[in-house]
C-alpha cells in the first residue's frame, strides 16, 4: 500500500528512540510516554463530574449505536477507570515504507485496578449534534450519540489493564445498522502491535500495524475520523462504558490529500508579482486549488470550498473567517478546481482559504490551505489631473481655474467583497484650487479654493472668484485629495511648469484727448451823474452771429441800483467750444423818473477759434 497513515497534525509524527520490529516507528519502552508529536486529548478526571454514556442496556458496548438520546450523562468514574488524557499519533515504518502504523497513549487517575483501556475507530463522523467544541454539555447530552454513525468495518482496540498484560485485542463490527455484529476478540500477535506501561502504571503507550491489522494490504483509502478513547468493563458485548473522551480527535486514515492553492484574476490568469489594480472600482478574483490524494487508489472527488478574507500582513484567511466564495467540483487525480468568481471593491490585502472536504465514502480525509501563498494584493488607482487656468485679465478682473478629473474608481462595497460584482458609490475627496504669484512659484499662496468631489468630471474654481489685486504672471495648481482606498491624491502643476496653467493680469491702457471750451460774458457800467442814485435794469443778449441777429443762445436782465456810476455783470455759465462769431445786445431801463433809457444797440463783437489737439495713449 503506498502513502502514510496521516492524523491532522501540523506535522507528521519524528519517531525517537530506538523502533522494533512490533512497533514501527515508535519507541514503544514506557520510558517516553507519549512519543513526540503525538495529538493530546485532554480528559476532566479527579473529583469532577464529566460527560459519559448513561449506565443503561441500551448503551453496552454492544448495541449503544442504537441508543436513543439523551443516552449521555454527567458521571465521576472511579480512580482506575478515569482517563486523564490520551494521545494519538501515526507514521510510516522506515524498514517497510508502505506499513502504517498507528500509536496510542493513555494516562488514568490511578494505577491500581482492574479495567480495559479501548479506543473505537469510526469510519464516518460523529452527528451534527456532537460539536464538542462549541455545544454546552447540556445541549449534547439533549441530542449527541456519538456512537450513531458506527457502520461496519468500524473497529476496537482494548487492552486489559489486569495482571500488567501487554496484549491488545481487535474487535470488528460486520453487518447492516441497526443489526451490527461486534466480532469476538483477536489477540494482535508481537509482529504487528506492541504494548507497554510507562510511570508506575499511570500511563500506558501501544503501537499497531494498521496495513496488516486494519486495512488488509489494501490499496484503496480507507479513513476512521471519529475516534473516541474509552475505558470498558470488559471485553464482551454487555460490558460498560465507564469513562470517554468524547473530542475531535485526529483521523486515521491509509492516504492523505494536499490542498494546493494560486490566486487567480477573474479571467483565471496568474496575478501580477505586484498585485492587480482595483480598476474602477471593482475586480473579479478567483482561487486555483491543486487536490492531490496519496496514498490508495482513488482520485479525489467531491468538492473544494473557497473563502477569501481581507487581512493585513501577516494574517492569513484563518478557519471560519471571511466571505464565503461557493465550492467547485473536481474530476481526476491530481484535479483542479477553479473557484467561483469574487469581486473585491477595496484595495487591500487578500487571503484565500481553500478546504477540500475529502470523500467519506472512498475514505479520502480532507485538506485545506490558508498560507501566505493564498495571499495578493489590490492597489488603487492614480487618477489623471488635467487643468486650464481661465484667460489672462486685467488688473481689477476675476481669474480663474477648470480641472478634469478621470481615472478615479468607485468607493469599496459593503461589504467590500461580493460575488455579484456590486460596487460603492463614486470616489468622493476634494480639489483645491491654489493661485500662487504674482511672478514667483514658491511665494505663498494668494487664494485657495476647495471643491467637493463625486467621481470622475470637470470641476472649477468656486463663486466668489478671486480678484488680484496686484499684475504680473500667477500660476494655478491643483490638488485632488484622493479617496481612500481605491484612489490616490494627485497634484498638478506643482512646479509651475505647465504654461496652460498660467494667467497674466496685465494693467489697462490710458487715453488723453483735449476739448476747449469757454465761458462768454459781458458787463456794463451804467452812470447818471446829475440825476441822483442810479435805479433800473440791464438787458443782455448773446447770440453766436456777429451782428446780433438770429436766436440768443444767453440772455439776462440785472438789476441796477446805487451811486452813479454802477458796473454789473452777467451770470453765464454755459461754455462754447466751437469756432464761431459772437454779439452782444445791450440795454438799459430807468426806473429814476430823472433818468432816462438807453435802447439796446448790438455793442460787441467777439470772433474765437477753437483748435484742440488730438489724442495721446499712454503706450504712445
Known amino acids: 500500500m503506498a502513502g502514510a497513515v496521516l492524523l491532522a497534525l501540523a506535522g507528521a509524527l519524528v519517531p525517537t528512540g530506538s523502533a522494533t520490529a512490533a512497533s514501527g516507528p515508535f519507541a514503544i519502552d514506557g520510558v517516553l510516554v507519549p512519543d513526540p508529536g503525538a495529538t493530546e486529548l485532554g480528559d476532566a478526571f479527579g473529583n469532577v463530574k464529566e460527560l459519559g454514556p448513561k449506565n443503561a442496556n441500551t448503551t453496552k458496548i454492544g448495541v449503544i449505536g442504537n441508543a436513543a438520546a439523551p443516552m449521555l450523562d454527567l458521571t465521576n468514574p472511579n480512580a482506575q477507570v478515569d482517563l486523564r488524557r490520551a494521545w494519538l499519533g501515526s507514521g510510516t515504518d522506515p524498514a517497510a515504507p508502505h506499513h502504517d502504523w498507528l500509536y496510542f497513549a493513555w494516562e488514568r487517575d490511578a494505577n491500581s485496578g482492574s479495567g480495559f483501556i479501548a479506543y473505537e475507530f469510526m469510519q464516518d463522523r460523529a452527528p451534527a449534534a456532537c460539536a464538542y467544541a462549541t455545544a454546552t454539555p447540556a445541549q449534547l447530552t439533549a441530542s449527541c450519540n456519538p456512537w450513531a454513525n458506527r457502520k461496519a468495518g468500524d473497529f476496537m482496540i482494548l487492552w486489559d489493564q489486569q495482571g500488567s498484560s501487554p496484549t491488545l485485542y481487535k474487535r470488528v463490527w460486520s453487518g447492516t445498522k441497526p443489526n451490527l455484529v461486534l466480532g469476538a476478540p483477536v489477540a494482535l500477535t508481537a509482529a504487528t502491535s506492541q504494548a507497554s506501561y510507562g510511570y508506575q502504571g499511570f500511563r500506558g503507550e501501544a503501537a499497531l500495524d494498521l496495513t496488516t491489522e486494519v486495512f488488509g494490504g489494501s490499496t484503496t483509502c480507507k479513513s476512521f475520523v471519529n475516534i473516541i478513547p474509552s475505558t470498558v468493563t470488559g471485553n464482551s458485548d454487555s460490558a460498560d462504558y465507564k469513562d470517554t473522551i468524547l473530542a475531535n480527535a485526529p483521523p486515521v486514515t491509509n492516504c492523505s490529500s494536499t490542498t494546493v492553492t494560486t490566486p487567480k484574476a477573474g479571467d483565471g490568469s496568474a496575478i501580477p508579482a505586484g498585485g492587480l489594480s482595483i480598476g474602477t472600482g471593482v475586480t473579479a478574483v478567483k482561487d486555483s486549488a491543486l487536490v492531490t490524494v496519496q496514498g490508495g487508489s482513488d482520485v479525489p472527488t467531491g468538492s473544494v470550498a473557497f473563502s477569501l478574507c481581507k487581512v493585513d500582513s501577516p494574517a492569513v484567511c484563518a478557519d471560519g473567517q471571511g466571505t464565503s466564495v461557493g465550492t467547485s467540483n473536481l474530476a481526476g487525480n491530481p484535479a483542479t478546481a477553479l473557484s467561483p468568481v469574487a469581486y473585491v471593491t477595496a484595495a487591500g490585502r487578500y487571503c484565500w482559504r481553500s478546504e ?143 504654461t496652460a496653467e498660467d494667467v497674466t493680469v496685465n494693467t489697462v491702457e490710458t487715453t488723453l484727448s483735449t476739448a476747449q471750451a469757454w465761458v462768454p460774458n459781458d458787463s456794463v457800467t451804467v452812470s447818471a451823474p446829475a440825476g441822483g442814485n442810479l435805479a433800473g435794469t440791464a438787458h443782455f443778449a448773446l447770440y453766436t452771429t456777429a451782428d446780433c441777429t438770429g436766436p440768443t443762445s444767453y440772455t439776462a436782465a440785472v438789476g441796477v441800483s446805487g451811486t452813479s456810476p454802477k458796473t454789473v455783470s452777467t451770470s453765464n455759465t454755459a461754455p462754447q467750444s466751437a469756432t464761431g462769431d459772437f454779439s452782444w445786445s445791450v440795454s438799459y431801463d430807468s426806473t429814476n423818473s430823472a433818468q432816462e433809457d438807453i435802447a439796446a444797440s448790438c455793442h460787441e463783437t467777439s470772433a474765437l477759434t477753437v483748435t484742440n489737439g488730438a489724442s495721446t495713449s499712454s503706450r504712445d
Open 356 to 498: 477540500y472536504g475529502g470523500n467519506s465514502a472512498a475514505g479520502i480525509p480532507g485538506s485545506k490551505e490558508s498560507s501566505a501563498d493564498e495571499c495578493f494584493t489590490v492597489n488603487p488607482v492614480t487618477p489623471t489631473l488635467e487643468t486650464t487656468a481661465g484667460s489672462d485679465q486685467t488688473l481689477g478682473t476675476a481669474v480663474t481655474d477648470s480641472a478634469d478629473l478621470a481615472g478615479t474608481a468607485y468607493q469599496p462595497a459593503d461589504p467590500v467583497i461580493n460575488t455579484t460584482g456590486a460596487h460603492g458609490v463614486a470616489a468622493g475627496g476634494t480639489l483645491t484650487f491654489t493661485l500662487l504669484g504674482p511672478d514667483d512659484c514658491l511665494s505663498v499662496a494668494k487664494t485657495t479654493a476647495t471643491v467637493p468631489v463625486s467621481g470622475d468630471g470637470t470641476y472649477n474654481t468656486p463663486a466668489p472668484q478671486f480678484v488680484p489685486t496686484a499684475v504680473g504672471d500667477y500660476h494655478w495648481v491643483a490638488t485632488y485629495s484622493g479617496s481612500s482606498p481605491n484612489t490616490n491624491g494627485w497634484t498638478h502643476n506643482a512646479l509651475c511648469s505647465d
